[in-house]
């Protein structure tokens, strides 16, 4: 299992090439998430996501993602800061709450490390 700051440099590796253009295809290596929809991460109070899923450490559960760090256009693929998402339907809510990204991964990393918490 990757530790955190090996998740952190493919982070940054991903936002770079998301910022130079390149999109993901639908090769990259995703967990599918159903039924998600977005959340504030307790416990860094960013953006999250929510939903059911086959993950590869807790099994087919209800789960709250890492910090988005970005979401497609079409909201069918996320990056979170641990790992890629392949966003099935989302839930259906009656208030939208907005989705941004994060893209301070220094301070990002400084608030993760604050909360002894590992992805």
């Known amino acids: 299992m990757p530790t955190l700051p090996e998740k952190i440099r493919a982070a940054y590796r ?4 998301l910022r130079s253009g ?3 295809d639908a ?6 998430l159903d039924d998600w929809f977005p959340v504030v991460h307790r416990g860094l109070d960013l953006p999250a996501l929510a939903g059911e899923a086959d993950h590869p ?6 789960i709250t993602t890492s910090p988005v760090l970005w979401i497609s256009d079409d909201q069918g ?13 989302p839930r ?3 208030q939208q709450v907005p989705v941004c990204g994060w893209d301070d991964i220094q301070g990002l990393e400084t608030r ?8």
């Open 57 to 62: 450490r807790l099994g087919q559960t209800l």
């Open 92 to 94: 259906r809510v009656t």
């Open 14 to 17: 991903d936002l770079d090439l």
């Open 112 to 119: 993760v490390a604050g909360t002894g918490r590992t992805w």
């Open 27 to 32: 090769s990259i290596e995703a967990v599918q």
């Open 77 to 89: 693929l996320a990056r979170c800061l641990s790992r890629w998402y392949r966003l099935g339907q």
């Open 22 to 24: 390149w999109r993901p």
